[in-house]
């Protein structure tokens, strides 16, 4: 049974259905058990990218299912094709925009992680107020995340960083934990061209109540 919402077409490789969900409506939450064929913890990547970290952790992870949000269609199109090749049943896709999602649309208390990866710093400072992760972000995510549940951060952009851990650390709902080692060895395409060019990329993760 093909879940509400889904795409019908089809990859001539993989021969399955894709994997992008089209928004019925932007002002009502996912019905998960509808996007899903097994109710499993959920993860969220706002800002996939390409899908490089999505579908390779999608794979290694089967007994959670994901989502990846992402504005560019170019790049819900990659996504989409590379977890249909890799015959994931467990990721699915949305365009729109990330803090929006997590906000209005995600339902309450479902997520058992969030993903932020070199989101875009917006470095003129008259712009950061444009920043995913700013002062009110911690109280979107803690409403997003389940208890217990992990909002992981990476970039490379220092004073961006400098904020991320500063609102997060203002915030008495979260607690700072390790990467795990699993997490922090699966790379964005991003990361992997920082990493190529000697550039040292920054990892934070912080845990709800």
């Known amino acids: ?6 795409h019908l077409t089809h990859d001539s490789q993989a021969g399955m259905p894709g994997l992008t969900h089209d ?7 996912l019905d998960l058990a509808a996007l899903f064929p097994v109710a499993q913890p959920l993860e969220v990547e706002l800002g996939s990218g390409d899908g490089s ?8 992870k089967p007994e959670h299912n994901f989502i ?14 590379k977890g249909r090749r890799a015959g994931l049943t ?11 999602f ?3 649309l995600l339902p309450r208390h479902s997520a058992s992680a969030v993903h932020i990866y070199f989101p875009d710093p917006w470095p003129k400072r008259r712009h950061w107020r444009h920043r995913l992760v700013n002062e009110r972000f911690p109280d979107i995510a803690h409403r997003a995340l389940a208890p217990g549940g992990v909002v992981y951060l990476r970039t490379d952009d220092r004073p961006y960083f400098e904020q991320m851990t500063t609102v997060f650390a203002a915030s008495p709902s979260f607690q700072p934990v390790p990467t795990p080692p699993d997490l922090a060895k699966e790379l964005t395409d991003f990361e992997k061209g920082f990493l190529a060019r000697g550039i040292t990329t920054l990892h934070a993760a912080y845990r709800r109540d």
């Open 1 to 6: 049974m093909i879940p509400a919402g889904m």
């Open 23 to 29: 928004l019925s409506s932007i002002v009502q939450r």
């Open 53 to 60: 970290f999505l579908a390779n952790y999608a794979k290694s």
């Open 68 to 81: 990846g949000v992402e504005r560019l269609l170019g790049r819900v199109r990659k996504i989409d094709r």
């Open 90 to 100: 467990n990721l699915r896709v949305v365009r729109i925009e990330s803090g929006y």
């Open 102 to 104: 997590l906000e209005y």
